[in-house]
């Protein structure tokens, strides 16, 4: 794994080489793959990494990419955008989101 990345696409393409496939989606209390048709809640993930990149004319592009295991094996990514919008997603998946990877 690369300590960094110039782009977001860069990053996502080098972890998809490493196995890291599945698209999660953030919901309010848990995340999803709507390919596989499956939930997992907070405590069902372990967050590898994140990177945040940041856009470089408009503060609206400013994203983070999560690299997740989940407890039954399912390795994947997920694509957060953070700024001053930001949807309803509960307090226990935050604190999930914010954990230091390792």
Do not use: C
């Not at 390919?35 to 994203?63: M, T």
Request: hydrophobic share 30%; charged share 25%.
């Amino acid at each position: 794994m690369n300590s960094s990345y110039n782009t977001l696409s860069e990053a996502i393409k080098d972890f998809q080489s490493k196995g890291y496939t599945e698209d999660f989606n953030l919901l309010e209390n848990h995340i999803e793959s709507r390919s596989l048709k499956k939930k997992w809640a907070p405590d069902e993930l372990i967050v590898i990494k994140f990177y945040r990149f940041e856009g470089e004319s408009n503060p609206a592009d400013n994203s983070i990419l999560y690299v997740i295991e989940t407890t039954d094996g399912t390795k994947g990514l997920l694509v957060d955008s953070y700024g001053a919008q930001r949807g309803a997603v509960s307090s226990e998946m935050i604190q999930k989101l914010k954990m230091n990877p390792h």
